[in-house]
């Protein structure tokens, strides 16, 4: 499996970016993908995942209500809307890839940055 993140970038607080992750390879329709990000000198944190059905959507308390996860299971492509971005925002980005709904994750995308400015 193949990942590949876009939409990265450089946004003042309070804006929006939207990250986009398509997957690539073989898998069946049971599997789950999520974003995670390791702001500078810190550890990666999970930030959302989701169902390839889209059915169940889990997500950190720090971005509740500001972030959405979403899935194209036609296009095995997962996307991450984020409104009223924070400075503290600010990270790099990965996507990441399980084959179950309940296995680990076992492919990460390569990351991309989200900078966010105050």
């Known amino acids: 499996v193949q990942l590949q993140a876009s939409g990265g970038g450089s946004v003042q607080a309070g804006g929006s970016l939207r990250l986009s992750c398509a997957a690539s390879?073989?898998?069946?329709?049971?599997?789950?993908m999520g974003w995670f990000r390791q702001p500078p000198g810190k550890e990666r944190e999970f930030v959302a995942a989701?169902?390839?059905?889209?059915?169940?959507?889990s997500y950190a308390d720090s971005v509740k209500g500001r972030f959405t996860i979403s899935i194209d299971n036609a296009k095995s492509t997962v996307y991450l809307q984020m409104n009223s971005l924070k400075p503290e925002d600010t990270a790099v980005y990965y996507c990441?890839?399980?084959?179950?709904?309940?296995?680990?994750?076992?492919?990460w995308g390569q990351g991309t940055q989200v900078t966010v400015s105050s």
């Open positions: 989701i169902v390839w059905s889209g059915i169940i959507t």
């Open positions: 990441a890839f399980a084959f179950r709904t309940d296995s680990d994750y076992a492919y």
């Open positions: 390879g073989l898998f069946f329709n049971t599997y789950r």
